[in-house]
């Protein structure tokens, strides 16, 4: 995030045929125009913060959400806990109140009390964070590449496709190859991988009552 020359980094936002929202069609129109905030990046990370400013007293802020089209987000599904109701309640695909402890011969049900645990599909997610987000007349969209981010006394300057905008707050959630050279080389970069097998049962085996956690049923062969 950069505010008046500072910046913060967070995690780009897909747009489907029937559910882009309303964007900028000139870039020209808004060519060194200023906003109070500009999204660099407009995925999870920067979609739920612009809604949670809807709900705060920013909410008649001028915003504008800069990303390029991304259709693999379409199938991206995220896991999150929370405690109490939230903005975006409408939005998981299932959410449990019980995990599940399994090992052999062992099996123990957790009530998790106030918190419970949510997913939620890509596809839900984008489809409701823009539609409440196109619906205010202070919030734009921009369908472009980020080319620089520049930090200014008074506000930073983003240039996409080519074009600067100012925005006394800028939130950062584009990964540049600047800021992998800053990771130590002796951890590991962006190499998190969830492989697994997709099996299909004639009846469902599952309970969808429970979130199992932890399965050591299965041979760990010395490792967790």
């Known amino acids: 995030m950069r505010a008046g020359g500072t910046r913060i980094s967070m995690v780009a936002a897909f747009y489907t045929e029937g559910t882009r929202p309303p964007e900028s069609s000139c870039h020209k129109t808004m060519r060194g125009q200023t906003f109070d905030f500009i999204f660099a990046g407009g995925g999870a990370a920067g979609l739920s913060l612009a809604c949670h400013l809807l709900q705060s007293p920013l909410r008649d802020a001028s915003i504008l959400i800069i990303d390029k089209d991304h259709e693999d987000q379409l199938h991206r599904n995220w896991g999150f806990w929370t405690r109490g109701s939230t903005f975006f309640d409408a939005t998981p695909d299932h959410t449990w109140r019980t995990l599940r402890f399994e090992a052999e011969g062992v099996t123990r049900d ?35 590449v980020v080319d620089e981010i520049q930090d200014g006394e008074e506000a930073a300057t983003v240039v996409a496709g080519g074009v600067s905008y100012r925005g006394r707050w800028v939130f950062d959630s584009l990964l540049s190859r600047r ?21 299909e049962t004639p009846a469902p085996p599952f309970d969808t009552r ?15």
């Open 110 to 144: 957790l009530d998790l009390g106030e918190y419970c645990y949510s997913l939620v599909r890509g596809r839900d997610f984008y489809h409701f964070a823009h539609a409440a987000l196109a619906a205010q007349p202070n919030i734009t969209f921009l369908r472009a």
């Open 179 to 199: 800021d992998l050279k800053r990771i130590p080389p002796q951890y590991h970069q962006l190499k998190m991988h969830f492989k697994g097998w997709e099996i």
């Open 210 to 224: 429970a979130a199992t956690l932890f399965d050591f049923r299965t041979p760990q062969n010395g490792m967790m």
